[in-house]
């Protein structure tokens, strides 16, 4: 029988501790020992890729405005980290380029195409191909549309699609598409979902772990994996278990 695994997946990067979406957060996640960081890809008005959670910039950054109606050069000159704490005052929003450059070989990606930008599934795919990344990560999305257009477009890619709830249409719908990975927000998340979703063949990842407390339950309730604001809590809790950390 094979030991049971479970991704402590970094959101945002360690975002419990840093600016959300930005290197300071993703470097405190690999220096925690994480191997997976799970971030969000929006674009600029004139076409980059950029790592941002919110449609618009003004949670976590000092500016105003859509992401999508800013350039680059715009989008780069704010400040995404003081918000935070002033100690990070500095950090900028991350192209997702530079990205793939900077955690080359260290890390395991899962990417969140967001935002409602045409096409944004493929061209975040190409500068995955291009970069050569393409065994380091697993693509997701809450919306449909993206999903299918991931699976239409990078075949070779593992997905996973992110839900709020699970009725009877998701499991014959994510079989079509022949996805690995279903995406249960937390709250949802029983050992009875996780049996079922894992004996129709799909991992099964969990989102939306807000405390500790749930991320006990998910443990519990026996998932492949987890999103986490705070991976070293998870990586400890796993440590003391007989379950094997990825
Ligand atoms: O694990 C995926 C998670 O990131 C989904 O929620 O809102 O943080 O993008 P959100
Ligand atoms: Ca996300």
């Not at 990070?88 to 192209?95: H, K, L, N, Q, Y």
Request: proline share 4%; hydrophobic share 45%.
């Amino acid at each position: 029988m094979n030991a049971r695994r479970c991704l402590v997946i970094a959101h945002r990067g360690a975002s419990t501790y840093a600016p959300e979406n930005t290197f300071a957060a993703f470097d405190l996640a690999l220096n925690m020992g994480v191997l997976h960081i799970e971030l969000d890809v929006q674009q600029s008005c004139d076409g980059h890729l950029v790592v941002i959670h919110d449609d618009k910039v003004n949670r976590t950054t000092n500016g105003d405005g859509e992401v999508a109606a800013l350039t680059l050069g715009e989008l780069q000159s704010l400040d995404a980290g003081a918000w935070f704490n002033a100690k990070f005052a500095g950090e900028r929003i991350p192209t997702f380029k530079a990205l793939l450059d900077r955690y080359r070989g260290r890390a395991h990606l899962h990417v969140e195409i967001k935002g409602k930008t045409a096409r944004l599934s493929e061209r975040t795919v190409d500068m995955i191909r291009q970069h050569g990344w393409a065994k380091d990560v697993t693509m997701t999305s809450f919306q449909f549309d993206k999903i299918e257009a991931l699976r239409a477009y990078a075949p070779e890619l593992p997905s996973g699609w992110l839900l709020r709830d699970i009725d009877d249409t998701v499991i014959p719908r994510a079989h079509a598409l022949g996805l690995t990975q279903l995406c249960p927000k937390a709250e949802t998340v029983t050992p009875a979902l996780v049996a079922r979703l894992r004996e129709a063949g799909f991992d099964v990842r969990a989102w939306g772990v807000a405390n500790e407390e749930l991320m006990r339950r998910m443990v519990n309730a026996g998932v492949d994996g987890m999103t986490v604001n705070f991976p070293d809590k998870l990586t400890a809790l796993l440590r003391e278990s007989p379950i094997n950390i990825q």
